[in-house]
């Protein structure tokens, strides 16, 4: 059976992808399942991540979400039966891609698939729901009567952020990047229950200038918002790319705080100036950075981790987080369509098997 996999390249030298032949042992660990894999998400591989954690291997796995059929179970495995339908992330030190046909994970890894939702479907959005659970419950504690504001709230990520803080009660704000995206926000209703917008305030950033601040003290009745959940930070007020225009500046953040308010950022290099820094401790805020591999990457919390992946399924099955539709890739374009993932000219792509 044939996975992908990533060959690292030198310091500047871009990841090669290939395809290689891979087997499974005979016998299966004790708490271990055997899947026939139906569907497989790619996200960018994080190279950097994997040297800081200790992985360094000649071929990476690729494809770590996953969607299948339990075909055999070990000998202590207690959660599933032969024939369950389950998802699941892979851990960062899996040796099988997500793209074989068969894998052997563990139990605690994994989590049972409703029947209505499609491989697909959870496979494209089981990252991108998990991002959205750690910012908001673990890191933001986000609770009813809170008011948040979702950086490009149009993105797979930020649909995921809006969803599940209405369904808590929570007032939305978020900026669009293009006149699109704009209107699609701005038509944002919940499948279920009253049919309000899902969106107080769409805040136009495509534009050249941005009336975040005021716009977000003219809802709060100038205290600021509780949360900010961002897609990305301007660390310099200078030209770039267009997609680095569209960013907000870290200052404009701060600003748009509330006192006790909780900033998640996904930047990985935040740098904070002092005057930043003295603007956050007057308003006894806080920054957290979202890394949505912690989970995986540690065992210290590994029952947390499966009930969020639990309700995220649910919420899903159920329409209260409905992803926005990802187009399945055959098998055959699987190379082609990592390499763009990972050149970030696409966010991610879905593999049906």
Same mark, same amino acid.
């Given at each position: 059976?044939?996975?992908?996999?990533?060959?690292?390249?030198?310091?500047?030298?871009?990841?090669?992808? =290939?395809?290689?032949?891979?087997?499974?042992?005979?016998?299966?660990?004790?708490?271990?399942? &055997?899947?026939?894999?139906?569907?497989?998400?790619?996200?960018?591989?994080?190279?950097?991540?994997?040297?800081?954690? %200790?992985?360094? &291997?000649?071929?990476?796995?690729?494809?770590?979400?996953?969607?299948?059929?339990?075909?055999?179970?070990?000998?202590?495995?207690?959660?599933?039966?032969?024939?369950?339908?389950?998802?699941?992330?892979?851990?960062?030190?899996?040796?099988?891609?997500?793209?074989?046909?068969?894998?052997?994970?563990?139990?605690?890894?994994?989590?049972?698939?409703?029947?209505?939702?499609?491989?697909? @479907?959870?496979?494209?959005?089981? &990252?991108?729901?998990?991002?959205?659970?750690?910012?908001?419950?673990?890191?933001?504690?986000?609770?009813?009567?809170?008011?948040?504001?979702?950086?490009?709230?149009?993105?797979?990520?930020?649909?995921? @952020?809006?969803?599940?803080?209405?369904?808590? %009660?929570?007032? =939305?704000?978020?900026?669009?990047?293009?006149?699109?995206?704009?209107?699609?926000?701005?038509?944002?209703?919940?499948?279920?229950?009253?049919?309000?917008?899902?969106?107080? &305030?769409?805040?136009?950033?495509?534009?050249?200038?941005?009336?975040?601040?005021?716009?977000?003290?003219?809802?709060?009745?100038?205290?600021?918002?509780?949360?900010?959940?961002?897609?990305?930070?301007?660390?310099?007020?200078?030209?770039?790319?267009?997609d680095v225009k569209l960013l907000p500046h870290k200052h404009d953040i701060i600003s748009v705080l509330g006192v006790g308010g909780h900033w998640i950022t996904s930047h990985q290099d935040l740098q904070l100036d002092p005057p930043d820094c003295r603007l956050l401790h007057l308003k006894s805020a806080s920054v957290s950075f979202l890394n949505p591999e912690v989970w995986t990457a540690s065992s210290a919390q590994q029952g947390r981790y499966l009930h969020i992946l639990k309700d995220i399924v649910e919420k899903m099955s159920a329409g209260v987080l409905r992803p926005q539709p990802e187009e399945a890739i055959p098998l055959y374009e699987a190379t082609v369509a990592m390499e763009t993932v990972q050149r970030?000219?696409?966010?991610?792509?879905?593999?049906?098997?």
């Amino acid at each position: 059976m044939k996975g992908l996999y990533c060959k690292p390249g030198g310091s500047e030298a871009e990841p090669k992808f =290939v395809i290689q032949e891979t087997t499974l042992p005979e016998d299966l660990g004790n708490h271990q399942v &055997r899947v026939q894999v139906k569907a497989c998400g790619l996200s960018p591989l994080d190279l950097k991540l994997l040297e800081d954690v %200790g992985i360094q &291997r000649d071929l990476i796995p690729v494809g770590r979400e996953v969607a299948g059929v339990v075909l055999q179970v070990g000998s202590k495995v207690s959660f599933f039966q032969p024939e369950d339908e389950v998802v699941g992330i892979l851990p960062l030190d899996s040796p099988s891609s997500g793209l074989c046909d068969t894998i052997d994970i563990d139990e605690h890894y994994l989590v049972q698939k409703p029947e209505k939702l499609s491989s697909v @479907c959870v496979a494209g959005a089981l &990252r991108d729901g998990l991002c959205a659970y750690t910012a908001l419950h673990t890191q933001a504690h986000m609770a009813a009567g809170h008011t948040l504001l979702v950086m490009d709230g149009a993105s797979s990520f930020g649909l995921m @952020c809006i969803q599940l803080a209405c369904y808590h %009660g929570v007032k =939305v704000l978020t900026t669009s990047h293009s006149p699109q995206k704009h209107t699609f926000l701005e038509q944002l209703r919940p499948s279920v229950g009253v049919q309000d917008p899902l969106v107080a &305030r769409v805040i136009p950033v495509y534009n050249g200038s941005s009336d975040l601040l005021p716009v977000v003290l003219e809802e709060t009745g100038s205290l600021g918002v509780d949360i900010v959940i961002d897609s990305g930070v301007c660390l310099q007020e200078e030209e770039g790319p267009d997609d680095v225009k569209l960013l907000p500046h870290k200052h404009d953040i701060i600003s748009v705080l509330g006192v006790g308010g909780h900033w998640i950022t996904s930047h990985q290099d935040l740098q904070l100036d002092p005057p930043d820094c003295r603007l956050l401790h007057l308003k006894s805020a806080s920054v957290s950075f979202l890394n949505p591999e912690v989970w995986t990457a540690s065992s210290a919390q590994q029952g947390r981790y499966l009930h969020i992946l639990k309700d995220i399924v649910e919420k899903m099955s159920a329409g209260v987080l409905r992803p926005q539709p990802e187009e399945a890739i055959p098998l055959y374009e699987a190379t082609v369509a990592m390499e763009t993932v990972q050149r970030h000219q696409k966010k991610k792509a879905v593999i049906q098997l």
